[in-house]
């Protein structure tokens, strides 16, 4: 249960996956006046960006005549239903997306800012569109002969349109593994060059071929740290499309706690849990936001050790 606490993650909805190449359903699914699209703009810096209410607070979905009245020759991807009917979401330019929100008196957001902003099933789905949008554009020509690729099963497999290659494609996921290292009453955390001095977070790094994600974990905190992982245990994930990623998140123990810090970090300590405490509050140390399941592995750490780290985080650190 812990993942459905993650922002981005426990998405309620049926994605009808082995349904998407049933050609009479996916039609049915198409023009079922029930269907709702979530509209997705391009922004070359932020990635993709989602209609929403004038507020902020909430997707602005676009019903099936709204879809048809403004976008009617716009290509569609289904994302499943969620009892009230079909979801699609539906790319368009920034330009066009700009059009639209003004028709509606509406906006649009960021995927960042709307992991915060938004109930959790809307953030989820517009995280789930986003991770789906970037493959789609993405993925135009075969990796294998370089013919231009057809999109299928409503949006979720591609084709080569070459007949004498034919190769399929599917969604890129980019497996990483993150994780909060502890020994004896302290836990390791680090920070890279870029970040602000007082910035601290648990260590990741990608899932490489042919290595299991225990073996990542150990991996990654001892190129990154110096520091020596033996046991390690399955805490939760997060999707985290930016653009692709799925964090797989752990707790480890230390077998050798030695620091030598890497080529990737600026630096890496071990804080016990008062030290943290006392940096938080006198606002000396901040640690990793609520959008990523980092915050949530200091969370469950500090927990351990009777601390609630939502009662001592100024609120302005909690957006």
């Known amino acids: 249960m812990r993942a459905t606490t ?65 976008l009617p020759q716009a290509q569609a991807t289904y994302l499943g239903e969620d009892g009230d009917g079909p979801l699609f979401s539906i790319r368009v330019d920034a330009h066009a997306g700009a059009c639209v929100a003004s028709e509606l008196a ?74 909060i290292v502890g020994w004896r009453d302290s836990c390791l955390l680090g920070r890279q060059s870029s970040w602000h001095p007082t910035r601290w977070s648990t260590l990741a790094g990608f899932v490489e071929p042919g290595e299991s994600i225990e073996d ?23 999707p985290w499309p930016f653009p692709s990623a799925l964090m797989l998140g752990f707790e480890a123990s230390a077998i050798d706690p030695a620091i030598r810090v890497g080529r990737e970090l600026a630096d890496a300590r071990w804080f016990s849990a008062g030290e943290l405490v006392d940096g938080i509050v006198a606002g000396d140390l901040s640690v990793s936001p609520p959008l990523s399941v980092s915050h949530a592995l200091i969370a469950h750490w500090l927990h351990g050790h009777g601390v609630d780290l939502a009662a001592i985080t100024p609120p302005a650190a909690q957006a």
């Open 216 to 238: 990542a974990v150990r991996r990654e905190v001892q190129e990154e740290s110096g520091v020596v992982v033996g046991e390690c245990r399955y805490h939760s994930s997060q």
């Open 6 to 70: 993650n922002i981005f993650a426990g998405l309620d909805l049926d994605r009808h996956a082995e349904d998407r190449d049933d050609v009479a359903w996916a039609q049915a699914q198409v023009e079922d006046r029930r269907s709702r699209y979530l509209l997705l703009s391009e922004d070359p810096r932020a990635g993709h960006r989602a209609l929403v209410t004038a507020a902020g607070d909430r997707l602005r979905l676009l019903g099936s005549v709204e879809q048809r009245a403004l």
């Open 106 to 179: 509406a906006r649009d957001l960021d995927l960042r800012s709307a992991g915060v902003a938004l109930p959790a099933f809307d953030s989820s789905l517009f995280a789930y569109a986003r991770a789906l949008a970037h493959w789609q554009v993405r993925t135009v020509h075969c990796g294998v002969c370089g013919a231009v690729l057809d999109l299928l099963a409503l949006g979720h497999r591609a084709r080569c349109s070459n007949p004498a290659c034919a190769t399929e494609h599917f969604p890129r996921v980019d497996p990483a593994i993150i994780v």
